[in-house]
């Protein structure tokens, strides 16, 4: 695995640190790292501002907005050029897919792919068994108010998580960029909270699909180390055992901290590199 930082934010991100990315970029020059890519959190689609029922509080704190979006290209711009020769920075996003925002969230990536280098495509959404789209990781309580009937049936949670998963890998199409499926088994930040099982035979069927459609867009997989820090989960995005699927069937992984604050840059990366090696 490339001493890569693949998943990281800014001050952007309105619910991280609001240390400068010089700072990140520090660290990640002290802790070794070859390239760097940040990914803050892209705008969300304007007519989902006006869909959401719920607090504005839960949209305004997960993404830029679009007037930001410049400002933070400049951002990245400054940085590439002042490290230029020291490590290699790209400028990416986090993307949200959204269900029923294909149309959306597909144009935004073809307008922003002049200067695009990496992206990571992300479920932070989905719907619930009355079609209202709600937050699946903003707390605990807010997933419990959004997920009543799946939260009785958790299998049918992870079905519903893992189904919105393999709808956003369409909007990828005629996109030349890398592309990575970000924290694949985030439905599972709670999982001692809510004393969530295991996943079932059929979920487990629904993550080998997805695995197989990734490969067959030449997606990759976005190894992600927030949650272990997580109070609720100690595992990281996606699990062992995923990621053990992931590199039999050849998917590219790209280590990410996802990094809201400088002192998690780095984090786990050791343990997640050496069990990567041990698979070889």
């Not at 959306?104 to 009355?130: C, G, P, R, T, Y």
Request: glycine share 6%; net charge negative; aromatic share 12%.
């Amino acid at each position: 695995m490339l001493k890569k930082e693949g998943h990281s934010h800014t001050k952007f991100s309105h619910h991280g640190s609001q240390e400068p990315l010089d700072a990140y970029i520090d660290r990640a020059l002290e802790l070794g790292f070859d390239d760097y890519v940040v990914t803050e959190h892209a705008p969300l689609p304007d007519r989902f501002y006006a869909d959401f029922q719920g607090p504005a509080e839960m949209l305004t704190t997960s993404a830029m907005t679009k007037d930001e979006l410049n400002q933070y290209r400049a951002e990245v711009d400054r940085v590439k050029n002042k490290y230029a020769g020291k490590i290699h920075i790209k400028a990416g996003l986090e993307v949200d897919y959204l269900p029923g925002y294909d149309r959306e969230i597909h144009d935004f990536l073809k307008e922003n792919a002049d200067w695009l280098e990496e992206v990571v495509l992300s479920v932070h959404f989905m719907a619930n068994d009355q079609g209202v789209v709600g937050p699946i990781d903003y707390d605990e309580q807010t997933l419990a108010d959004y997920f009543p009937t799946e939260m009785k049936q958790p299998q049918r949670l992870f079905a519903r998580y893992f189904d919105t998963v393999a709808a956003s890998l369409a909007v990828t199409d005629g996109l030349a960029f890398p592309i990575r499926v970000g924290h694949l088994t985030l439905i599972r930040k709670y999982q001692h909270y809510f004393d969530l099982p295991g996943f079932d035979d059929s979920v487990k069927q629904q993550v080998q699909a997805i695995l197989t459609d990734m490969q067959a867009r030449g997606l990759a997989v976005d190894f992600n180390a927030a949650g272990y820090s997580k109070p609720y989960n100690g595992q990281s995005y996606p699990t062992f055992d995923i990621v053990a699927q992931a590199v039999q069937q050849g998917l590219p992984l790209v280590y990410g901290s996802d990094a809201h604050r400088v002192s998690e840059l780095g984090l786990h990366y050791d343990e997640m590199a050496d069990f990567l090696a041990s698979l070889s």
